[in-house]
């Protein structure tokens, strides 16, 4: 069975930073192309980064360019998610998932995949 589970959220105060981590295990991690994407109070899930089978292929949603970074490990079955000058509309939970669906440097959230469960990130003022 694929799972994956989310670590790493918390409190943090804006300008601050995080690390998210992304444990997958029960399927070859190698194999699949990875996502992150968060859901805010209110809102839809939305993408924000991916990343492809060797790291070669990288994609962000305009609104965490430079400021969040995706890696993996391959040999260990993990992916990141290192986030740094922090906002309060980054507030949300977030998601790691197997699989990304691209055009034209943009991702969607949809398609079969699995998802983790979440960690929630809150970014205060």
């Known amino acids: 069975e694929e799972r994956l589970v989310e670590s790493g959220g918390g409190l943090v105060q804006a300008g601050g930073s995080l690390r998210l981590s992304c444990a997958a295990s029960?399927?070859?991690?190698?194999?699949?192309?990875m996502t992150w994407a968060r859901q805010a109070p209110g809102k839809g899930r939305e993408w924000v980064a991916s990343?492809?089978?060797?790291?070669?292929?990288?994609l962000y949603a305009d609104s965490v360019k430079g400021r969040f970074t995706i890696s993996r490990n391959n040999a260990e079955q993990m992916m990141y998610l290192d986030m740094t000058n922090l906002k309060t509309e980054d507030t949300a939970i977030y998601y790691c998932?197997?699989?990304?669906?691209?055009?034209?440097?943009?991702?969607?959230?949809?398609?079969?995949?699995?998802w983790g469960q979440g960690t929630q990130v809150t970014v205060a003022p």
């Open positions: 998932a197997t699989r990304r669906y691209c055009n034209q440097g943009y991702c969607s959230v949809g398609g079969p995949r699995t």
């Open positions: 029960g399927f070859e991690f190698s194999n699949y192309d």
């Open positions: 990343i492809n089978k060797k790291s070669a292929i990288i």
